[in-house]
C-alpha cells in the first residue's frame, strides 16, 4: 500500500457502491479526506508482530480461556422449539408500501 | 453547582420506602419530574420524546399497589428516561436517525421490559448520537445535548442524553449503551456514575445493534448504589440473545460497604501519559491517594498494548457497524426515499437521505476494511491486536483486583471543537476503547472536578463479571470523597 493516499476517488466510488451509498460531488473527497486519516492512524498497526496471534472475533473465546464460559465445543444449544414470534399485522404497520401480506418495492429488474 | 444541576436529591431506595410509607406518591414524583423536563430541557435537549400520559398511567399501577399495602418491586416509582437505541413498544425509536423517523417498534427490548416489571417508570427517549456513533452526541441526527454543567460544552456521547438527564435532575437513573466508552465517557463529562457491564451480562434483545461483538446495555445513575441495584435488575440470562450469559446475577449492593482495605488496585503506566489534560491527572490521582489512604494496595503496572486501542477499535467496530446497517434498506421500516425507479435506486437513495455524516464514515470505513484486498491488512490484523489487548487484561487482573484510570483525558469539550477532526474526536475513547475490546466491565465514578467546575471521572475497570468489586471500589470513592480521606 501506498504511504500516502491510501484511497483513490476511484476507491470511494467503490466502496460507496458496495454499500449501497450514494455520495455527492462535495460528499466525495470529504470522506476520501477522512478515510485517508483515520487509516493512515491505523497503519501503526502493522507496528506489531502478530504471526503467531490468533484473531478474536468474539469475546466470549477469552472468556472460554479463564473459565467463565462453555468453550466452543461445549457451547449449549437451545431447544429448537416452534414459539410464537411478532405478529404480521404489527410488523407490516411499520412498513413503507405494504399490501399487507409483502413489503412492496420498486422493479427489481431494469428495463 | 449550576441550578441546571441542582438535582431533587431522590434515591432509588428512597423513592420506593417514601411511597410505601404514604409520604409521597409515585404520581406526584412523576409530576416532579414531567415539570423539570418541561422546563429545563429545551437548554439541554437530553430527550427526543416524552409520553406524560403513559408515565402517569405506570405510576398509578404503583400507587394502586402502596395504597394495597403490597410489597413494592424494587424500581418502584423511579423516573426513568431510555437511550432511543432501545425499543418500547409503539414508542419512537429513532436512534438519532432520520432513517428511523416515524418507526415504532412492535416489540419491546429485554433489559427495558426487565425495568418496568421491577416497577420503573418511563419519562421517554434520550438523545444519542446517530446509532449510537459519536463521542459528543453532536451526530444526533435531532441536534445535539448540551452539558448541563456548562450548556457550550458536549455532555459526551454517544449516550450523552441518558448522562444529562440524570445530571439535570430529569430522570433518577436512565439506560444508555456503551460500544467503545459511550457510557462511561459521557457520565465522566456529566458527572455522574456510569456502568459497562461484562459483555453478556445484560441481553441486548431489542437494541439497535451498531457493533455486536462490543456492544452493551448499562445503567446511568447519581450514585453507585443506584447504578448497582439497577444493574441487577437488567443482567441475567435471555433466550433472545445467544450471548447473554447464563451465571448467575449476585446481588450487586451486598458488598457496597465493605471498603478497599487489602484490595489490590492496579494503576496503569499507559493512562497517564502523553495527552492527558493536568487537571484530569491532579484528580484522578488525588482520587488514588484517598483508596491507598483507605487501605487499598495500590499496585503500578502495565498493559503494553494501549497505545493501539484506537485503531484496533475503529477497524473493528466500523467493520461490524457496515454489516448491521445494511439492515437499513427503505423496505420493512422508517424512511423510504419516494419516487424511485429501481430497487438499487431505492436503497441508495433513502440511504442517501437517511445517514449522517459520521455514519457514512463509518459504513465506507468498514466496508472498505473487509473489502478484497484490504481484509487480512486492516480487518484480520486488528483482530489480532484484539486478543493482545484482551490478554494485557487477563495479565493483570492475575495481580490486582481492580484497575484505576481516568475515564476520558480531558473534561467536557466545546461543541463544535473537535466535529471536523475524525481522529481527534476517536481520541475522546482513548482510555475507554480497550474495556470494550477485552470485553470486562467498567464504572466511571465522580472523582473530581476542573478549576472550571467540570466534572472528571475515574475508570474503575474490573474482570469479567466482576461488577460487584467495581462498585465496591466505586462506593469506597464516593465516600472517601463525601468525608475526606482519613489520616493515614
Known amino acids: 500500500m501506498p504511504e500516502t493516499e491510501r484511497v483513490s476517488p476511484d476507491d470511494v466510488r467503490r466502496v460507496a457502491e458496495l454499500a449501497n451509498l450514494e455520495l455527492s460531488a462535495e460528499e466525495e473527497p470529504r470522506m476520501r479526506r477522512d478515510l485517508n486519516a483515520i487509516l493512515d492512524y491505523v497503519a501503526q498497526l502493522a507496528e506489531l508482530d502478530t ?61 | 453547582m449550576s441550578p441546571l444541576t441542582a438535582t431533587p436529591a431522590a434515591s432509588i431506595d428512597g423513592i420506593r420506602s417514601a411511597i410505601a410509607r404514604g409520604e409521597t406518591t409515585a404520581k406526584a414524583l412523576t409530576e416532579i419530574y414531567q415539570a423539570r423536563i418541561a422546563g429545563e430541557d429545551d437548554k439541554i435537549h437530553a430527550y427526543l420524546s ?33 437511550k432511543d437505541v432501545l425499543t418500547l413498544e409503539g414508542f419512537a425509536a429513532t436512534a438519532g436517525s432520520k432513517i428511523l423517523e416515524g418507526y ?41 445535548v448540551h452539558n448541563p454543567h456548562a450548556l457550550d460544552r458536549v455532555p459526551g456521547g454517544s449516550s450523552g442524553g441518558s448522562a444529562a438527564a440524570v445530571a439535570a435532575g430529569m430522570a433518577v437513573a436512565t439506560l444508555g449503551t456503551d460500544t467503545g466508552g459511550s457510557i462511561r465517557q459521557p457520565a465522566s463529562f456529566c458527572g455522574v456514575v456510569g456502568v459497562l457491564p461484562t459483555y453478556g451480562r445484560v441481553s441486548r434483545y431489542g437494541l439497535i445493534a451498531f457493533a455486536s461483538s462490543l456492544d452493551r446495555i448499562g445503567p446511568f445513575a447519581a450514585s453507585v448504589r443506584d447504578a448497582a441495584t439497577v444493574l441487577g435488575v437488567i443482567a441475567g440470562h435471555d433466550i433472545m ?35 492527558l489534560d493536568s487537571e484530569v ?11 491507598r489512604a483507605a487501605g487499598a494496595e495500590i499496585k503500578n503496572i502495565s498493559l503494553p498494548h494501549t497505545r493501539y486501542a484506537i485503531p484496533t477499535y475503529y477497524v473493528i467496530a466500523t467493520a461490524e457497524a457496515s454489516a448491521n446497517l445494511a439492515r437499513f434498506d427503505g423496505v420493512r421500516y422508517g424512511l423510504r426515499a419516494p419516487q424511485s425507479d429501481t430497487l438499487a435506486a431505492m436503497y441508495r437513495r433513502t440511504r442517501d437521505l437517511g445517514f449522517g455524516a459520521e455514519v457514512k464514515r463509518r459504513i465506507l470505513l468498514g466496508t472498505y476494511v473487509l473489502s478484497h484486498g484490504y481484509y487480512d491488512a486492516y480487518y484480520r490484523k486488528a483482530q489480532q491486536v484484539r486478543r493482545l489487548l484482551a490478554e ?50 467498567g464504572v466511571s465514578v465522580p472523582c473530581g472536578q476542573s478549576k472550571a467546575g467540570l466534572p472528571i471521572g475515574m475508570q474503575i475497570l474490573g474482570k469479567h463479571f466482576d461488577e460487584a468489586n467495581l462498585f465496591r471500589v466505586g462506593h469506597a470513592l464516593e465516600n472517601l470523597r463525601r468525608i475526606g480521606a482519613p489520616t493515614p
Open chain 1, 51 to 111: 504471526a503467531q496471534v490468533e484473531p478474536m472475533a468474539q469475546v466470549s473465546e477469552v472468556l472460554a480461556s479463564v473459565g467463565e464460559a462453555p468453550s466452543e465445543k461445549q457451547s449449549v444449544l437451545r431447544d429448537d422449539e416452534v414459539r410464537p414470534c411478532l405478529d404480521r399485522a404489527q410488523v407490516m404497520a411499520s412498513a413503507p408500501e405494504t399490501d399487507s401480506v409483502f413489503f412492496k418495492v420498486p422493479k427489481v429488474i431494469e428495463r
Open chain 2, 50 to 82: 416524552v409520553d406524560n400520559d403513559y408515565a402517569l398511567a405506570q405510576a398509578a399501577r404503583i400507587d394502586d399497589l402502596a395504597a394495597k399495602g403490597d410489597p413494592l418491586p424494587k424500581l418502584a416509582g423511579v423516573p426513568f428516561g431510555i
Open chain 2, 104 to 144: 415504532r417498534p412492535p416489540y419491546t427490548a429485554t433489559a427495558v421490559k426487565k425495568l418496568a416489571g421491577a416497577g420503573a417508570i418511563f419519562l421517554g427517549k434520550l438523545n444519542c448520537d446517530e446509532f449510537a456513533m459519536g463521542s459528543s452526541n453532536e451526530n444526533s441526527a435531532y441536534g445535539p
Open chain 2, 241 to 275: 440473545d445467544a450471548t447473554s450469559s447464563p451465571l448467575p446475577v449476585p446481588d450487586y449492593t451486598a458488598n457496597l460497604d465493605y471498603g478497599v482495605q487489602g484490595m489490590k488496585l492496579g494503576v496503569p503506566a499507559e493512562y497517564f501519559a502523553e495527552g
Open chain 2, 281 to 291: 491527572r491532579s484528580a484522578i490521582e488525588a482520587g488514588i491517594d484517598k483508596l
Open chain 2, 392 to 441: 494485557d487484561f487477563l495479565t493483570a487482573f492475575r495481580e490486582v483486583d481492580a484497575i484505576l484510570t481516568p475515564t476520558a483525558p480531558t473534561p467536557a469539550f466545546k461543541l463544535g471543537e473537535k466535529s471536523d477532526d475524525p481522529v481527534a474526536m476517536y481520541l475522546a475513547d482513548i482510555y475507554t476503547v480497550t474495556a470494550s475490546l477485552a470485553g470486562i466491565c
